[in-house]
């Protein structure tokens, strides 16, 4: 019998304490776009002109964190250099479904540019990014620090490679996804957890049109898989953790660089989405009660 | 003392059934199971014979109180005659038909779709026969036909019962759960419907 459950004392990613820092728990990822339309920023690449725009993405580490609290310790972020003026440099970041802008001044020593920028101030996560950019390597590093202190995580680093953003639906889920525990789907009362199967994999919805028998077999998590990997592939940022982990972890091509994707599904993937939501649905509801 | 247990526990499972039915007011093409059926309801027949089945296959249930009690079949024979209408008709008419009509187009392929067929058959047939035999007054046969239909109507719990432990023992693939459960939820009924009838024959 395949089973998607396995006994596993509590190994752990972390503990499921109170909820803060930039996380959320909509069970449908593209309403949760709807409320940040007003901070939106369309994902058009930015332009070279001063040799260090473009989106710089990877791993945003925990540095200084209340370690009592539930907080994620590496999100993956993209941070975006839209423009330069004479004195100031103007950008972006996309993490963890939060897209925040910000801008600050600038100093060049030959290749080096070295900025300190500040997002608003207007979100309670928002802080002042201090960082390097090399125009030969394009890696931007540096530090990012919380305007609230009290933040469970108040310090972050991050190393970021200049990547080019391109939606490809052919663009598959690596091997790895397989055999993943779902983030935060641990159970205390039996102490299973809710892992991924070979079925994630099996088809990708941005290229096939699914037909219910391919996956009216199929678990709760893995038709939630399938089905935030065409968001995905769009660029889109995650706010609840549970596909975030999977995604920012284990999938390199996966880079987040918008939280409004809506217009940007083809038909086909509106109609796979459709039809992976009313089973996830259906088996949220009803698989492991008295009923059908 | 086991037939008052027996009743009891019947009585939460009619309360869980009842439950299940009223999910469907107000009635829908999108609501609950009808979620993973979107194929079928364009069907001009399918969502009538599904809403069929839900309301009226439901009103089979008071059976199990009523008509299997010797002291009140004796006492208050009326009733028993009464409420054995309702069964009879219920099913023959609406809920075995209905059954059958939804059974063609069960989830899980042609292995539940079988079954589920072969159920609503055997229950018009059985129910069918229990009625014959008592209008013309053969009230063993009439009887042992009775215990085999009821054991096809206690499949709606049984089914459902079947389900919830073996997700809970094995978490299957979904569809894997329903193509066990559409075989195991009336046969073991029927088998064991057929020992009782084997002890009531022996002499």
């Known amino acids: 019998m395949r ?35 007003t901070n939106y920023i369309k994902p058009a690449a930015p332009v070279m002109v001063y040799g260090i725009e473009g989106y710089y993405t990877g791993f945003f580490e925990a540095e200084e964190f209340d370690a009592n609290k539930n907080y994620m ?53 928002d802080g002042v990014f201090t960082f390097s950019v090399h125009s030969d390597s394009l890696v931007l590093r540096g530090t990012w620090t919380a305007n609230d202190k009290k933040l469970a995580v108040t310090k972050r680093k991050y190393q ?14 690596p091997e790895d996804v397989t055999y993943t525990k779902l983030y935060g789907s641990y159970n205390e009362e039996d102490e299973s957890v809710e892992a991924i199967t070979e079925d994630a994999l099996r088809f990708n919805p941005s290229v096939t049109l699914l037909k219910k028998e391919d996956i009216e077999n199929m678990y709760q998590g893995d038709l939630e898989v399938m089905r935030n990997s065409i968001y995905a592939r769009h660029g889109y940022s995650f706010r609840n953790r549970r596909m975030r982990f999977l995604f920012d972890q284990l999938v390199d091509w996966y880079m987040p660089v918008s939280v409004n994707i809506t217009g940007e599904l083809t038909d086909l993937e509106k109609k796979n989405i459709d039809l992976l939501k009313r089973y996830e649905a259906h088996a949220e509801k009803y698989y492991d009660v008295f009923g059908r | 003392m086991l037939w008052w247990s027996l009743l009891l526990v019947y009585t939460f499972f009619c309360i869980l059934m009842l439950g299940i039915v009223l999910q469907y007011i107000p009635a829908g093409p ?120 009821f054991a096809l109507t206690l499949s709606a719990i049984t089914l459902r019962a079947w389900k919830y432990v073996i997700v809970a023992a094995f978490h299957p693939h979904p569809m894997d759960a329903y193509r066990i459960v559409a075989w195991l939820g009336w046969t073991l009924n029927l088998l064991i419907a057929e020992l009782i009838i084997y002890q009531i024959r022996r002499p």
């Open chain 1, 3 to 37: 089973t998607c459950l396995f006994l596993f004392p509590a190994i752990l990613l972390a503990s499921c304490a109170g909820n803060n820092e930039r996380t959320g728990s909509e069970p449908d990822e593209l309403s949760a776009s709807l409320m940040l339309e």
């Open chain 1, 73 to 125: 310790w590496s999100n993956k972020i993209t941070v975006s250099i839209d423009s330069l003026s004479e004195t100031t440099l103007y950008g972006h970041s996309v993490v963890a479904g939060n897209v925040r802008p910000f801008s600050g001044t600038y100093n060049r020593a030959d290749k080096t540019w070295q900025a300190t920028v500040s997002e608003p101030g207007d979100d309670r996560y």
């Open chain 2, 30 to 149: 999108d609501t609950a199971f009808l979620g993973i059926k979107q194929d079928y309801i364009e069907l001009p027949w399918y969502l009538p014979a599904f809403y069929i089945h839900v309301f009226t296959a439901i009103l089979a249930l008071p059976a199990g109180f009523t008509q299997f009690q010797k002291k009140l079949r004796r006492k208050h024979p009326a009733v028993h005659r009464f409420n054995g209408r309702v069964y009879v008709f219920m099913i023959l008419l609406f809920g075995a038909p209905s059954g059958l009509v939804i059974g063609v187009y069960a989830n899980g392929g042609v292995s539940s779709q079988i079954a589920f067929v072969l159920l609503a058959m055997l229950w018009w047939w059985f129910t069918w026969q229990a009625f014959v035999k008592a209008k013309k007054g053969l009230f063993r046969a009439h009887r042992i036909f009775m215990i085999r239909s």
């Open chain 1, 160 to 173: 970021l490679e200049h990547r080019v953003f391109g939606y490809d639906p052919n663009i598959d889920l």
